[in-house]
């Protein structure tokens, strides 16, 4: 049974930073790209970010140059580190499993999610 769960969660004045992680059991974690999205309220889910199984970034411009998503193969996990927090990035964000070859979706398995507010 695939689980991914994330963590790190929390909240966070303007301008300053938190680290989420997203782990992963039940897959063969390097065959999978992992992607974060997030879902503000009253909002669609929109892609944050991706890394592919070679590593490769795919970021949204809202997010660019401030946001940074790693992996860690040996420890299944992913982490998004996110700095200069605005509250526009307040939302639930996802981490998402894909083994096929679109980093911007569709993916296969989802996280419950992990709550982020920025507060001005």
Known sequence: QVQLVESGGGLVQAGGSLRLSCAASGLTFNWYNIGWFRQA??????FVGSITTSS????????KGRF??????????????MNSLKPEDTAVYYCAAQSGRAPRGPYNYWGQGTQVTVSS
């Open 56 to 63: 490769s970034t795919d970021y949204a411009n809202s997010v």
């Open 41 to 46: 309220p009253g909002k669609e889910r929109e």
């Open 68 to 81: 940074t998503i790693s992996r860690d193969n040996a420890k299944n996990t992913v982490l998004l580190q």
